[in-house]
């Protein structure tokens, strides 16, 4: 049985190296978040992009972030903790140049940690619906960054949508291309 995870992964890390040496058909980038909500937390994560040719010659890009007030505000302190589980997909604007312009829509999950059997009437989690724009810059070297701003569609009141899900929010992503 190990014989064949070990083929598997050899298997993996030879195409991995032929892909490389290959001219790149997708790109992937891992790399770090930093989102602030207007008025309210910063939140930090990770996050992941994909864009491939078959995705209209890497025009769209499939993301996925994964942002939360414990890495951020939330970190040593009684803010009250809550996690974004987000996929999304953008539309690059000069997909071949180091500058891009970015539109783009999300989806996920947003959860809320009260920490309190007290606050067990309110609200913990609600769908996340979201549209952003921004800018994006590929260095020369494998890193790129980009800034967007955003407007969560779906809005806390307190009552059936949690109250500390603010309309606009800035997000700064570091990313290293791999």
Same mark, same amino acid.
Request: overall charge positive; aromatic content about 16%; glycine content about 8%.
């Given at each position: 049985?190990?014989?064949?995870?070990?083929?598997?992964?050899?298997?993996? @890390?030879?195409?991995?190296?032929?892909?490389?040496?290959?001219?790149?058909?997708?790109?992937?980038?891992?790399?770090? @978040?930093?989102?602030? $909500?207007?008025?309210?937390?910063?939140?930090?994560?990770?996050?992941?992009?994909?864009?491939?040719?078959?995705?209209?010659?890497?025009?769209?890009?499939?993301?996925?972030?994964?942002?939360?007030?414990?890495?951020?505000? /939330?970190?040593?302190?009684?803010?009250?903790?809550?996690?974004?589980?987000?996929?999304?997909?953008?539309?690059?604007?000069?997909?071949?140049?180091?500058?891009?312009?970015?539109?783009?829509?999300?989806?996920?999950?947003?959860?809320?940690?009260?920490?309190?059997?007290?606050?067990?009437?309110?609200?913990?989690?609600?769908?996340?619906?979201?549209?952003? $724009?921004?800018?994006?810059?590929?260095?020369?070297?494998?890193?790129?960054?980009?800034? @967007?701003? /955003?407007?969560?569609?779906?809005?806390?009141? /307190?009552?059936?949508?949690? /109250?500390?899900?603010?309309?606009?929010?800035?997000?700064?992503?570091?990313?290293?291309?791999?």
């Amino acid at each position: 049985m190990k014989k064949k995870h070990y083929l598997l992964i050899l298997f993996f @890390v030879i195409t991995a190296a032929m892909s490389a040496q290959d001219d790149k058909k997708y790109d992937l980038r891992l790399g770090l @978040v930093f989102q602030k $909500t207007e008025g309210l937390y910063w939140e930090n994560g990770i996050a992941a992009d994909v864009s491939s040719n078959y995705l209209l010659n890497k025009k769209i890009h499939l993301k996925f972030n994964y942002l939360s007030s414990r890495l951020g505000s /939330g970190f040593g302190t009684n803010a009250i903790m809550q996690d974004n589980f987000i996929l999304g997909a953008d539309w690059r604007f000069r997909a071949q140049k180091s500058f891009q312009v970015m539109a783009g829509l999300n989806t996920g999950i947003f959860l809320v940690d009260y920490e309190s059997d007290l606050f067990d009437v309110l609200p913990r989690s609600t769908m996340l619906f979201a549209a952003e $724009t921004g800018i994006f810059y590929q260095f020369k070297f494998p890193v790129s960054a980009g800034m @967007v701003v /955003g407007y969560n569609l779906i809005n806390g009141n /307190g009552v059936n949508v949690p /109250g500390t899900l603010f309309p606009v929010y800035y997000r700064l992503s570091v990313f290293y291309n791999l």
